[in-house]
């Protein structure tokens, strides 16, 4: 089955850091690449970033450019976002998001993981 | 940066045939995609290269795409259909960019 398992979310104080992880599982994790989406509480989708299966390109949003960080271990098939710096308006569910048969599309999604940034 | 524009709500009757738009600039140039959420859930896949379903996604769903809209028709609907819905696409600069999305009632 295919699957991508999110963790690391949490509480954490404005200015603080956080690690998520996403768990891939059930097809070929390092020919794809991956993308982290997020939505605010009662809010629509925002796309945070891309990275290619070997990452080669890395793309950000504006919102999150400078202070976020994709990464990405296919030994581990494993997708990262190391986030820094975080504000009260980075507060959402963050979903790893992936294309495996459906083209141009996200058509296998996580879980998601809360993040809280308040103090 | 590319901006998708969706209605915020849209309602339609049991059996009827509900329509979600899409409006962009030259948006019938692009490829666009169309996501189904239900509360507490993560977006699911209904509609992708603007008219092809995934597997699994009845064909009560279809989509289409011509000059500056995009369009999600529902046909049939059904009290399941009742979610969130949201356009996607890839811009120039490979940046990804989801419309607002639009809230499903069915009467």
């Known amino acids: 089955e295919v699957q991508l398992v999110e963790s690391g979310g949490g509480l954490v104080k404005p200015g603080g850091s956080l690690r998520l992880s996403c768990a891939a599982s059930?097809?070929?994790?390092?020919?794809?690449?991956m993308n982290w989406v997020r939505q605010a509480p009662g809010k629509g989708l925002e796309w945070v970033s891309s990275?290619?299966?070997?990452?080669?390109?890395?793309y950000y949003a504006d919102s999150v450019k400078g202070r976020f960080t994709i990464s990405r271990d296919n030994a581990k098939n494993s997708l990262y976002l190391q986030m820094n710096s975080l504000r009260a308006d980075d507060t959402a569910v963050y979903y790893c998001a992936t294309t495996v048969t459906a083209h141009n599309a996200f058509d296998v999604w996580g879980q998601g993981t809360m993040v809280t940034a308040s103090s | 940066s590319y901006v998708l524009t969706q209605p915020p709500s849209v309602s339609v009757a049991p059996g009827q045939t509900a329509r979600i738009t899409c409006g962009g600039d030259n948006i019938g140039s692009e490829s666009v995609q169309w996501y189904q959420q239900k509360p507490g859930q993560a977006p699911v896949l209904v509609v992708y290269d603007d008219s092809d379903r995934p597997s699994g996604i009845p064909e009560r769903f279809s989509g289409s795409n011509s000059e500056n809209t995009a369009t999600l028709a529902i046909s049939r609907v059904e009290a399941g259909d009742e979610a969130d819905y949201y356009c996607?696409?890839?811009?120039?600069?490979?940046?990804?960019?989801f419309g607002g999305g639009t809230k499903l009632t069915v009467l």
């Open positions: 996607q696409m890839w811009d120039s600069s490979r940046d990804v960019v």
């Open positions: 059930g097809f070929s994790f390092s020919s794809y690449a």
């Open positions: 990275i290619s299966s070997g990452s080669s390109y890395i």
